[in-house]
């Protein structure tokens, strides 16, 4: 496999990888070099690319992989950092934009504060859009257990939205 | 699908995990719309949330900078070289081994000079040697014939010996 096609094939995933390791990892920085290290990782390994079914799938893995052996490494949780930096746009007031901020924090934690693989089910299946057997593919899980994680992590939110809601704290 | 009751089915089947992926985009999109319903308001943070980290992405230099780390590494002109210099020392190898195994045969056959000389050069001499070795052949001949002779006594001797035996059998 040459660059141009290394590039075609593998660097439209950049940004999922991002995401996903912003989500395990909680820091932009570690995200970033978590990505380059899984295309560099990639790309040595170019040979063997085609004997990989789902290589977006099995690039998440990676991604999903170096993260966690980085955050082994620093031996630290992700939620320290992980909403910062987080930015509202749209066509709002002043006041809309400071609530919907405000609500898009508390629901960042909320998230955060979800058991590990809760967390990184809801990510796959509610911000990327993947499929049951695609995240059992990259988190190595069989598919109850994808869909075990992924209610118990839906009636979480929903309980703690409903709490927030009742308090007049959104 | 946008009727009010429609979406509340959809969403509660979406909180059970009931719910098809086109099922959950169609969530996606109705709830980044206008006039969400007040009892709708805390889904729709939800999805709000989930559109705006689909938004996060890597600086717009990041994909050239990797792309020149990756050439750095392993990449288009610098692999051939690399491969180059393998094949090159390989060749190298096996030229230092050729020459070395060459000389080495020189000096063998310069230590070990050929005994046996030819004699076609002078055919008075060589009509000798012939006859020299003809007659060794034609003596070892002749004494294997007597040899021979003597193992043909023996088969004699032992048919004689078989004869009497069936003699005596059949009375």
């Not at chain 1, 998440?60 to 082994?72: G, P």
């Not at chain 1, 909403?83 to 002043?94: F, I, K, N, T």
């Not at chain 1, 901020?101 to 990327?128: F, N, T, W, Y």
């Not at chain 2, 169609?26 to 206008?34: T, V």
Request: aromatic share 8%; hydrophobic share 40%.
């Amino acid at each position: 496999m040459n660059l141009q096609t290394f590039q075609d094939r593998v660097f439209p995933v950049k940004n999922k990888l991002f995401r996903f390791a912003f989500r395990l990892l909680g820091s932009s920085d570690d995200a970033k070099d978590v990505v380059q290290e899984v295309l560099i990782k990639v790309w040595s390994g170019r040979e063997q690319l085609d004997q990989i079914q789902n290589m977006e799938a099995w690039c998440m893995r990676v991604t999903r992989n170096l993260s966690l052996d980085r955050l082994r490494a620093q031996q630290r949780r992700p939620e320290e950092s992980i909403e910062r930096g987080l930015y509202v746009q749209g066509d709002h007031s002043p006041l809309e934009s400071v609530e919907l901020s405000e609500s898009m924090k508390r629901i960042g934690e909320l998230m955060a504060s979800l058991p590990d693989k809760q967390r990184q089910v809801m990510h796959l299946r509610d911000v990327e859009g993947y499929s049951y057997q695609e995240i059992a593919d990259i988190l190595e899980l069989d598919m109850n257990q994808v869909k075990v994680n992924l209610f118990r992590a839906r009636q979480s939110v929903r309980e703690q939205l409903q709490k927030i809601s009742a308090y007049g704290l959104s | 699908m946008d009727s009010r009751n429609q979406i509340g089915d959809l969403l509660e089947r979406y909180w059970k995990c009931e719910t098809s992926l086109e099922e959950e985009q169609a969530l996606h999109s109705y709830f980044q719309g206008e006039n969400i319903p007040a009892d709708l308001q805390e889904a729709a943070r939800l999805f709000q949330f989930f559109e705006m980290e689909k938004q996060k992405k890597l600086e717009e230099n990041f994909e050239p900078a990797v792309t020149k780390e990756l050439q750095r590494r392993r990449g288009g002109k610098i692999i051939s070289l690399v491969t180059m210099t393998q094949v090159a020392r390989i060749a190298a190898g096996v030229l230092v081994l050729v020459v070395a195994t060459f000389f080495v045969r020189q000096e063998i056959r310069k230590s070990y000079p050929q005994e046996v000389q030819d004699t076609y050069t002078d055919p008075q001499l060589a009509f000798e040697e012939t006859k020299k070795a003809l007659q060794m052949i034609g003596n070892t001949f002749g004494k294997a014939r007597h040899e021979a002779s003597k193992i043909k006594m023996f088969n004699e001797a032992e048919k004689k010996i078989q004869g009497k035996a069936a003699d005596k059998t059949s009375i």
